[in-house]
Every structure is written in C-alpha cells, then in structure tokens.
C-alpha cells in the first residue's frame, strides 16, 4: 500500500515534469500518503508516472487517485455478451450441475431480473432491455464502490446499517 516514500518519489517526479509544481510541503505528503494508502504503491507510482507523461501541470490529488482507480478497474462483459452468456445457460439442458457464470455481476443480475422464467418470456425486447439496465446498474454501482475511500466505505455501510433497521422498525 501507498507509503510515505512512494508518495515523496511521485511527488519528485510531478515536480521535475511539470509546470506548476508547489515547493515540497511534508504536510502535503501527509495528505497525499493518508488518501492513497489504500492503492498498491506499484499502481501509485505506474499512475503518476502515466500521468507525468500526460499532463503538463501538477496534477492534484483527485487525477492521481482516479488514474489509480483507472489502473485497477476490471473488464467487465459487455452487457450483450452478459445476456448472451444467460441465454446460453439457460439453453445448457443437463441433469448435472451447470457450470457458473464468467462474472459474478452477470448472476447477480442473472437473478435479479427473475432468472430463466423471465429471461424465457416471449417479450424478448423487454426482458432484454430490463437485463440491460439491471446490469449496468450493477457495474455502476461496483465501480462507484471501487472509488470509495476504506474510511467512507465504513461511513456508508455503517449508514446504509442504520436505515435498513430503521426501515424494518417502521414497517413492523
């Protein structure tokens, strides 16, 4: 994870690379180590290098978190190739236990949108638009989580906790 001293060689190769750069600022440092002490120190410093060769000003925080972020998002299957993916599983006719999706995001919405019984309607349009936005929601959701900080992430479950109780409380 990002430390002190990756964060103080980054900060040297923003400095000598661009315009703009401010004087060295420990407390900067401070800032910067606490906010991308989440982020492998090898995806740190393959970002800032990428981003040193791209920007001609100083970047701030936020770019080298993002390109960060950027580095480590994963590939997800296209919607189509989800459906498609669905529709082969529910064509696999087997006694045996069927083989898993290829994604996980892909059985979650799999099942979110009723699973076979749906997906085998003969309004295929819909059911295949409504797999659409299931689907995209999910990885709009998964890569939004991917860009929380750890101490948010904990601020927002702890919130999404105390609503769900509350909601259970109300509807008894």
């Not at 661009?18 to 989440?38: G, I, M, R, V």
């Not at 981003?51 to 390109?67: D, G, I, M, Q, S």
């Amino acid at each position: 994870m990002a430390d002190r001293s990756t964060i103080i060689a980054i900060m040297a190769i923003f400095t000598r690379s661009t315009k703009n750069a401010p004087a060295f600022d420990d407390e900067q440092a401070k800032l910067w180590t606490s906010l991308l002490k989440d982020i492998p120190d090898e995806i740190v410093m393959a970002a800032s290098k990428q981003l040193a060769v791209e920007n001609t000003f100083y970047p701030a925080l936020a770019e080298v978190r993002n390109k960060c972020l950027q580095l480590m998002k994963p590939e997800y299957p296209t919607w189509p190739e989800a459906f498609k993916e669905c529709l082969e599983y529910i064509n696999k006719f087997s006694w045996e236990q069927k083989d898993g999706f290829s994604h996980p995001l892909i059985e979650q919405a799999y099942n979110q949108v009723g699973g076979w019984e749906n997906l085998m309607s003969d309004d295929l349009p819909t059911v295949r638009a409504q797999f659409r936005q299931t689907y995209e929601s999910l990885i709009f959701r998964a890569e939004n989580e991917i860009k929380l900080l750890p101490e948010s992430r904990i601020v927002s479950e702890k919130y999404q906790l105390e609503v769900g109780n509350l909601v259970k409380r109300l509807s008894a």
